[in-house]
C-alpha cells in the first residue's frame, strides 16, 4: 500500500525549491501494516511522464506514433533495477515523448521501486533459479520460462518497442529472447565485475553489451565489438545537486533550518537487502555513541526483512532515523558525512558520483566475491575503508566509523578522491549509443 501525504512543512519546501516540480513526500508501507514512530520508509515522488498527447495511459497501449519505444526487463535487487530506471530517466531527458515501459514481477522489489520511480509497470510469472541442477526450482524451470515467454510475447506485441533493454535477471531472459525472435533489437547492461548467467546467455544474441568495467569484457561468449564499458549509469535524482542542508532538512528538520555545521550525519546501507550482520554489530553501540556524540546522527537502513525486528530492538531517538528501505537516496546521500554500507556494485558507483567517504562492508554471501573486489576497486579509487565480515564486530565498526568522524581533513581527502574517480555520464553514453544504433540500421 502506498498512501501520498501532501504537507507544506518546512521539509516540503526546501523539496519543492530544489526540484524542477513540485514532489509529494510518500509513505511507503513494507510490509503492509501501520508504522510505529519511527519514520519508515520516505520516498519522494518523480514526476509523472506523459505521452506528447498528455495521457500518461497511452504509454502501455501500443499504437502506431513515431516517438521511441522501450521496454526494460529488470528483476532482483536494486543493483539490477536502479540501472534499468537510470537508463530510462536518460532516455526521457534526451527524448522525452519516449514511451518507456518495464516488464518485472509482482513479487519482486520492482513492483515497488518502478511505479514509484514514475513508469508504467507490467508483471509476467518469475522463474526461479534453482541452487542446484536437480532441485524443484531448477526442475520447474523451463515450464515457469514458457510461461514467462507466453506474456512477454503478449506484451512485446501489443507495445510494439523499437528496443528491448535487459539488466541481466530471470526476467531479461524470457522477454530478451522473444524480442529477439520478433526481430527486435536487444541491449543489455552488466552492473557488476562479473556476469550474471542471463547476461552471459543473452550476449550471443544482443545487439550492444554496457559493461561497467574493462575487466568484464572478456567474461562474454560474445563477439567484443559490440561490448562497450560506459561503467554504471545514475539515476536522475543521483546526477542533480541537492544540497546538505535539503537532505538534512529531509531526515531532521532541525539541521536543515539551522544549518548546523558540526552536526555529523552517518548514512547506514545495508544494500537494497539490508544486511543482518551490520544490523546486529550497530545495535550494540548505536545508543552509547548517540549518548556520548551529541552532534551525531544517524540514518539507518535496516532492509525490509529485518525491520520489525529491529523496530522492536531499537530504541526511539530524536537523533536516529530508522528505515527499511530509502527511496529517498538523493537526500540520503546529500545528508550523510560518511557512509557505512556493503559493497554492492551500484551503491559503490553512487558513492563515487556524490563523493562520500565510506567503510565498506563486503557481503560474503554474494557470489564470486564480487563485493570484495567492488571494495578493493574503492579502496584504491576513494580511500574506502574495508572491514571484512570476519572482523565485523561493534569495536571494529564504531571504532572506524569514528576515526573517521574525527578527522575532517581524511574525509576531505576521501570525498574529493571520489568525485574524481566518478564517471557519472554512463547513462548518457549509453543513451547515445542505442539511438546511434537505431538510427544506423532499424531493424523493424
Ligand atoms: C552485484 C552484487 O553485489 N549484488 C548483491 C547486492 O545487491 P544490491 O542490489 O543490494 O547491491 P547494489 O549496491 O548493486 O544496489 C543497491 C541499490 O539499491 C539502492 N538502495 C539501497 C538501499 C536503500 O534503502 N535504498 C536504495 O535505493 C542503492 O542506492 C543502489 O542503487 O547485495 C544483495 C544483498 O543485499 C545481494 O543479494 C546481491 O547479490
Wanted: aromatic share 8%; glycine share 6%.
Amino acid at each position: 500500500m502506498a498512501v501520498t501525504i501532501t504537507t507544506t512543512n518546512t521539509a516540503i519546501s526546501f523539496l519543492s525549491l530544489s526540484h524542477p516540480k513540485p514532489r509529494t513526500l510518500q509513505w511507503v508501507c513494507y510490509p503492509q501494516k501501520p508504522r510505529s514512530q519511527f519514520v519508515c520508509c520516505l520516498s519522494v515522488d518523480r514526476p509523472t511522464y506523459q505521452s506528447a498527447s498528455g495521457q500518461s495511459e497511452s504509454a502501455a497501449s501500443g499504437g502506431g506514433g513515431s516517438s521511441l519505444r522501450v521496454v526494460f526487463a529488470t528483476r532482483g535487487t536494486g543493483g539490477r533495477i536502479y540501472p534499468a530506471v537510470a537508463i530510462a530517466d536518460e532516455i526521457k531527458m534526451t527524448n522525452p515523448d519516449a514511451q518507456i515501459l518495464f516488464i518485472g514481477t509482482d513479487s519482486g522489489m520492482e513492483s515497488a521501486i518502478v511505479p514509484s520511480a514514475g513508469y508504467d509497470f507490467a508483471p509476467i510469472p518469475g522463474s526461479p533459479l534453482g541452487r542446484s541442477i536437480f532441485c524443484l526450482e531448477t526442475l520447474t524451470l523451463p515450464f515457469y520460462l514458457v510461461r514467462s515467454m507466453v506474456e512477454s510475447w503478449k506484451i512485446i506485441k501489443e507495445f510494439k518497442p523499437q528496443i528491448v533493454f535487459g539488466t541481466g535477471c530471470s526476467v531479461s531472459f524470457p522477454v530478451c529472447l522473444v524480442a529477439a525472435l520478433n526481430g527486435l533489437r536487444v541491449i543489455i547492461h552488466e552492473h557488476g565485475s562479473v556476469p550474471g548467467l542471463a547476461n552471459w546467455a543473452l550476449s550471443v544474441l544482443a545487439d550492444l553489451v554496457f559493461v561497467a568495467y574493462n575487466s568484464t569484457v572478456d567474461c562474454f561468449p560474445t563477439d567484443k565489438k559490440k561490448i562497450v564499458v560506459t561503467g554504471n549509469p545514475l539515476r536522475l535524482s543521483l546526477k542533480k545537486f541537492v544540497s546538505k542542508a535539503v537532505g538534512r532538512s529531509y531526515f531532521f528538520p532541525r539541521l536543515g533550518k539551522v544549518h548546523d555545521s558540526d552536526a555529523k550525519v552517518v548514512l547506514v546501507l545495508g544494500g537494497s537487502m539490508g544486511a543482518n550482520s551490520m544490523n546486529i554489530a550497530l545495535l550494540n553501540f548505536y545508543q552509547q555513541m548517540l549518548l556520548e556524540r551529541e552532534n551525531l546522527h544517524i540514518i539507518w537502513e535496516t532492509g525490509v526483512g529485518s525491520f520489525d525486528e529491529m523496530e522492536n530492538l531499537v530504541r526511539n531517538h530524536p537523533r536516529l532515523i530508522l528505515a527499511p528501505f530509502l527511496h529517498a537516496m538523493d537526500l540520503a546521500y546529500a545528508a550523510a558525512d560518511l557512509v557505512v554500507s556493503r559493497a554492492g556494485a551500484m551503491t559503490c558507483t553512487e558513492l563515487l558520483a556524490t563523493g562520500k567517504p565510506a567503510i565498506l562492508i563486503p557481503s560474503p554471501n554474494v557470489e564470486e566475491g564480487h563485493q570484495f573486489k567492488n571494495a578493493s576497486l574503492m579502496a584504491d579509487l576513494a580511500g574506502s575503508n574495508i572491514i571484512t565480515e570476519d572482523e565485523l564486530d561493534s569495536c571494529t565498526l564504531r571504532y572506524a566509523i569514528e576515526d573517521i568522524l574525527d578527522n575532517e581533513q581524511l574525509m576531505t581527502t576521501m570525498s574529493e578522491r571520489a568525485f574524481q574517480a566518478a564517471k557519472p555520464n554512463a547513462g548518457a553514453e549509453i543513451v547515445e549509443h542505442l539511438i546511434s544504433l537505431l538510427n544506423a540500421s532499424p531493424k523493424k
